[in-house]
């Protein structure tokens, strides 16, 4: 699947998946997104094909976030493993889509990804923002 119409002219989801294509290659196929909408909101979703995580992009009123799954709805995102990156990264910046992007990969191709159910992933938010 590719991008169509109003979602292909979108700097931040054409940037988004082109980024995603660059570095995943035939690796990830695109299945399902809908957007942009109104105050920017827009949303991609891949399956990473050798582990059949599903990867999203998600860009609420231009704050962009990536999340990875699992088969069982466990989650990752890159700040669990790189906590200098737990900031606000924006749409209309490229070096931020791609800092998540490349980080994701990264992970995965190192196999340092590791996936935390809800309960978890409040355990390991209150860690880092308490120190």
Same mark, same amino acid.
């Given at each position: ?62 704050? !962009?976030? !990536? ?65």
């Amino acid at each position: 699947m590719k991008l169509e119409g109003q979602s292909k002219n979108h700097l931040g989801m054409r940037s988004a998946d082109k980024l995603m294509r660059d570095y995943f290659k035939d690796n990830i196929n695109l299945v399902n997104y809908w957007g942009p909408v109104q105050m920017c909101v827009f949303y991609l979703e891949y399956m990473y094909l050798p582990s059949k995580y599903k990867i999203m992009i998600e860009c609420e009123r231009g704050f !962009i976030t !990536i999340q990875v799954t699992d088969e069982e709805g466990k989650r990752f995102s890159p700040w669990m493993l790189y906590p200098g990156t737990n900031y606000y990264h924006y749409e209309d910046r490229i070096s931020d889509i791609e800092e998540l992007v490349e980080l994701t990969y990264q992970a995965i191709a190192k196999e340092q990804i590791t996936f935390f159910n809800n309960k978890e992933i409040s355990e390991l938010g209150i860690t880092f923002f308490d120190k």
